[in-house]
Every structure is written in C-alpha cells, then in structure tokens.
C-alpha cells in the first residue's frame, strides 16, 4: 500500500509522475533518451540492465516491469531468474556478462568500484562509451527504485506483462510524455495569469 494517502493503492510510477506532471516530464523525456536513444547497447539489453539494477535493489515494480520489456525485446524467459541466481552461469551473452557485474557492484557496493571492473568490461570488447551508457542505466534506475519504494509502490506480476509490451513498443515518452503534456497544459490553463 502506497505510503502516500493521496495515491490509490494501485498505484504506479505512472500516477507518481501524474501528482507532479512539470517536475516529472524532464525525467521521462531523459528516460527516452537513454533507454531507445543511440547507445552501443540494444534497447533489450538496456531494459536487461534495468531490470537487474533493480532486481539487486530488490525493487518489484521496476524488476516486473522492466524484466517484461527485456521479454518483449527477446529475452529467454529463464535467463532473467538464472542472472539473478548466479550470472556466471546465466545463459546470457557472455560479453554482456561483465557489464552486468560492472552495474551490480556498481548497484550495491558503489565506493569499491576499482579499476579492474572497468578493465574487465573494456577486455570484453566495449568501449568508453559503452561503460558510460550502462553506468546512466544503472544509474537512473537506482533512481527509479528509490522513487518506486519510497511512494510504498508494490510490484503487480498481473501487470508487469502489459506495462513491459507498452515500455518496449511504445517507449518511456510514448508512455508517458502525452499523458503529462495534457496535465501540464490543463495546470497552466487553471492557474490564474
């Protein structure tokens, strides 16, 4: 249940971003760009990132969610539980495995990153850019956890199927972005000039 009495106990990112539609709208426009913008990594891969940043935080919403829009992005259904399990052993791409545990050192013990984590990304055969881009992943979905678990937002396994094929085919801006322009517009025609 929502910590938040004005939220329904129902209630998602979604609504969050509707009690505070100007203050949001940045963030969701930001989201586009990271997640389906130009990056080395494939919008799967980065819904992947997502997902296990938050699966470490142990944040449901975003993990359902986000786990279902790497599903959607072709994901094995399995792979997902075993990465979780033990990665090393998780039928994902092998290049991608020491980004993975770049972002969940970086996700739970973020003053012991060193060197070598960066080196053993770099030995896999990504590049400066690649490690820059799934820091901001990881990175924005610490956020989102922390926005998510903050509000007392649970995760619905009902749900996360259909908000994962609405991120993967729509995107965060088509999401969200229409949704918010029309409250911000209805804020400003009902604030006196």
């Known amino acids: 249940m929502p910590f938040l009495p004005s939220l ?3 209630a998602t990112l979604g ?9 949001f709208m940045p963030l969701v426009e930001f989201s586009e760009t990271v997640m389906r913008g130009p990056s080395p990594f ?7 990132i997502a997902a296990y940043t938050s699966g470490l935080n142990a944040c449901g ?8 829009a790497a599903l959607a992005f072709g994901l094995d259904a399995d792979a997902f539980e075993k ?4 990665l090393d052993g998780a039928p994902v791409d092998a290049r991608l495995k ?20 960066a080196d053993a990304v770099f030995d896999a055969g990504w590049d400066e850019q690649a490690l820059r881009h799934a820091i901001i992943v ?4 610490n956020f989102f956890n922390r926005v998510v678990d903050g509000h007392g937002v649970a995760g619905d396994p009902d749900a996360d ?9 729509m995107g965060y801006l088509g999401m969200h972005g229409p949704r918010l322009r029309a409250l911000i517009g209805a804020q400003a025609e009902s604030t006196p000039a």
Not at 61 to 68: I, K, N, P, V
Not at 138 to 141: E, G, R
Request: hydrophobic letters at 40%; glycine letters at 6%.
């Open 61 to 68: 919403f975003c993990t359902g969610a986000h786990r279902s």
């Open 8 to 10: 329904p106990d129902d």
């Open 138 to 141: 990881s990175a924005l979905f």
């Open 15 to 23: 609504r969050i971003y509707d009690e505070e539609p100007a203050y």
């Open 83 to 86: 990465m979780m399990a033990d």
């Open 98 to 117: 020491p980004v993975l545990k770049y972002v969940g050192k970086l996700t739970l013990t973020p003053s012991k990153m060193v060197q070598a984590d």
């Open 42 to 48: 494939s919008p799967g891969e980065r819904e992947l």
């Open 161 to 169: 199927a259909e908000r994962g094929a609405a991120l993967a085919s």
